[in-house]
């Protein structure tokens, strides 16, 4: 079993206390700070491989291993089913950043960028020079009021799930890292969802359901024939004939199943993913905007905001109307979709938006400028559902409409008490792993309070102040948002009239939400520690 | 001020390595104490011990030891920063704040281990003036033991740190 370096000093001091009576080994003294500390960092790796290591010399070894392991003889039997191990993927994102003066700057290669409360590193991974006249593939300096700023592509310096971070999240320039004149960086719109290097026992499930068929029939092939493409499918509900949730096969007269009929409903991100797009709106009044989304990002959730272009205000536009349909057209073959509320989350999906702006200079009603919207969304809806009504792979008897997983967004706070005044608590470790507790809840599990205050007590904390309150927000199908709040155990209900239960909807949680105005970012998984 | 009865007797006493050279405990009034490796090994227990594990506490930049971001201070990270524009006012409050979060510690250490000889227990510890000389700041520094042992020690701080 692994420990912590906290766990390895205290084995240390334990034994020079055992051994050796007679050395001190107080905080502060020498024997503390220049070699139990020391020695514990060194000796902890060690120990860790170690214990993964001797955990793991068979697949019955791999799968019993209470820890991750990641053996070299998993890797040679997988090798026999023409199946390698996923090296995992790094997160990805852009950076916001500022800098003091209007000139040209330069950013090398391995520029690194720390987020200073979860100590996650990102990088740029090629040169970058930046101008406010670029050429070719420089990027562009802005200049908005007194503010420079220019948008700098980044990726996670491990690959790992915790590290997608959302948008406005604050970071700083690590030790060793230099720009020239650098006065702050935020990210600008969410990271992409992150992949650890898959685990023995990943590898292992992967074989399995490898070997298995991956015609699109059962829920399993499907989930097998879907993992297999670079579509990022995290998990997968299939709602079908007999399931309470299929209505759309009992639109009918007499109200009853027709078969033929499914939804799928995935998740292709680990935590909540934005994306921003650039749409054509249209002046129709004083002040008044509107335009179109459809299919620039398949099956969105909402809008988080709404932007001219290179623009630096602080808050999005207001927007005044949000208004969902859906439309089949622009597609050779299409899914049987009657309603707005069936086509939300699907690739059908259409929303009509009228905002606020005050353009300057002044234009005429019917001008059109470009507006860059930023949304919450699963990736590749889109192409997902095109697998199911393209030639090749499609059950020609069938319907299966593909859709983004309804979301509930959780958060809490939690207050840790320390052992000892010199302890420190890795409250960065502790948030990324209850990040990946919760936005890894299978369809059908509960989020419980007490699996919480185990990824708390894995870190030699005191005690856990309880109870622990844990709130979530689900976006029903027709818009509606439903509260849940629980001290033990959070459910998700069952509210069939808005796609809600627990065959369609999983748990989200970010690291950092916006505040009341919707200006700043707070803690969404709130630490304090006393 | 020196030390009575001071003795190299070091049975029934825990025992450090001593590494800040110039803290005898039978030198009458401040003594300049800088560490240093490389002279005869030694060992130090009682007062001369406990200004050593203070003076490691405090200069500690909080955040250097990887695992243990707690342990230390930042009170050389502010002082480095912005030296040559502090006063000296400004340099106690710093030595406050960061003497205030050592003490705390140190005293929960004792609360948790009460078998320690009083005069290796502190009680308090005070900034009695901060000095500079060319490019050196001297902190004069006084440490009160729970036995009632008083310490004065100058600490020079280089002004590239």
Request: net charge negative; hydrophobic share 35%; aromatic share 8%.
């Amino acid at each position: 079993m692994s420990e912590t370096v906290n766990d390895t000093k205290a084995r240390f001091e334990a034994f020079i206390q055992e051994s050796y009576p007679d050395a001190d080994i107080a905080p502060g003294s020498v024997l503390s700070e220049l070699l139990i500390k020391l020695s514990a960092v060194v000796h902890n790796e060690t120990y860790t491989e170690i214990q993964a290591l001797s955990q793991v010399d068979s697949v019955e070894a791999a799968l019993a291993s209470t820890t991750d392991t990641f053996s070299p003889a998993i890797d040679k039997f997988a090798s026999n089913y023409l199946t390698v191990r996923s090296q995992g993927k790094k997160s990805a994102g852009k950076l916001k950043v500022y800098v003091a003066r209007n000139r040209a700057y330069q950013v090398r290669a391995n520029t690194t960028f720390t987020q200073p409360a979860l100590n996650l590193n990102y990088l740029a991974t090629v040169d970058y020079n930046v101008s406010p006249n670029p050429e070719d593939d420089e990027l562009q300096l802005y200049t908005v009021g007194d503010q420079y700023f220019f948008i700098l592509p980044v990726e996670a310096a491990e690959a790992g799930t915790q590290y997608q971070v959302s948008n406005k999240t604050k970071f700083t320039l690590a030790t060793g890292s230099n720009i020239v004149e650098f006065v702050s960086a935020e990210a600008y719109g969410n990271f992409t969802s992150g992949l650890a290097i898959e685990t023995d026992k990943e590898l292992i499930a992967r074989i399995k359901s490898g070997l298995s068929n991956k015609g699109l029939l059962s829920p399993i092939s499907i989930e097998s024939n879907l993992q297999a493409r670079d579509l990022s499918v995290q998990s997968l509900s299939i709602v079908g004939a007999g399931d309470e949730e299929m209505k759309r096969s009992k639109e009918n007269d007499f109200n009853i199943s027709t078969l033929g009929m499914a939804d799928v409903y995935v998740r292709t991100s680990r935590g909540p993913e934005t994306v921003t797009v650039t749409v054509n709106a249209t002046k129709t009044g004083t002040g008044t905007w509107e335009l179109e989304l459809t299919d620039e990002a398949p099956g969105f959730y909402r809008i988080v905001s709404i932007f001219p272009p290179n623009s630096n205000l602080v808050g999005s536009l207001e927007i005044a109307q949000e208004a969902y349909g859906y439309s089949t057209e622009g597609y050779d073959r299409t899914n049987t979709v009657k309603s707005a509320q069936e086509a939300r989350f699907t690739r059908y999906q259409t929303c009509s938006v009228e905002f606020v702006y005050a353009e300057s200079p002044l234009l005429n009603i019917g001008d059109q400028m470009e507006v860059e919207v930023t949304v919450s969304y699963q990736p590749n809806i889109g192409e997902l559902q095109s697998i199911f009504v393209e030639d090749e792979e499609r059950i020609a008897c069938a319907d299966y409409l593909v859709k983004a997983v309804v979301p509930c967004f959780v958060s809490l706070n939690l207050m840790i008490y320390k052992k000892y005044a010199t302890d420190t608590i890795p409250t960065d470790k502790i948030k990324q792993d209850i990040f990946n507790y919760i936005n890894t809840i299978p369809f059908g599990d509960d989020l419980h309070v007490s699996k919480i205050i185990d990824i708390c007590h894995n870190y030699s904390v005191k005690r856990v102040d309880l109870p622990v309150t844990i709130n979530g927000e689900i976006l029903g199908t027709d818009g509606s948002v439903v509260s849940i709040t629980n001290t033990d155990t959070l459910q998700i209900p069952t509210d069939l009239d808005k796609g809600i239960s627990k065959n369609t909807t999983q748990f989200f949680i970010d690291y950092y939400k916006p505040d009341g105005d919707g200006i700043n970012l707070i803690d969404n998984i709130g630490i304090e520690v006393l | 001020m020196a030390i009575s009865n001071v003795s190299t007797d070091y049975s029934n006493r825990k025992r450090d390595i001593h590494i800040l050279q110039g803290v005898k405990a039978t030198q009458m009034g401040k003594a300049k104490i800088t560490p240093s490796f490389g002279k005869i090994s030694n060992y130090c227990a009682g007062v001369q011990k406990l200004v050593q594990r203070y003076t490691i506490s405090f200069f500690t930049i909080a955040g250097s030891q990887d695992h243990f971001a707690e342990f230390g201070t930042s009170f050389l990270q502010k002082i480095s920063s912005a030296r040559r524009n502090m006063t000296k006012e400004e340099i106690g409050h710093l030595f406050n704040f960061a003497n205030a979060k050592i003490i705390t510690e140190f005293k929960q250490y004792q609360a948790d281990n009460p078998d320690q000889p009083l005069d290796e227990q502190i009680a308090k510890a005070t900034l009695l003036n901060a000095s500079a000389l060319g490019d050196t700041l001297n902190l004069d520094i006084k440490i009160i033991t729970l036995a009632g042992d008083v310490v004065e020690f100058l600490l020079p701080l280089p002004e590239t740190l």
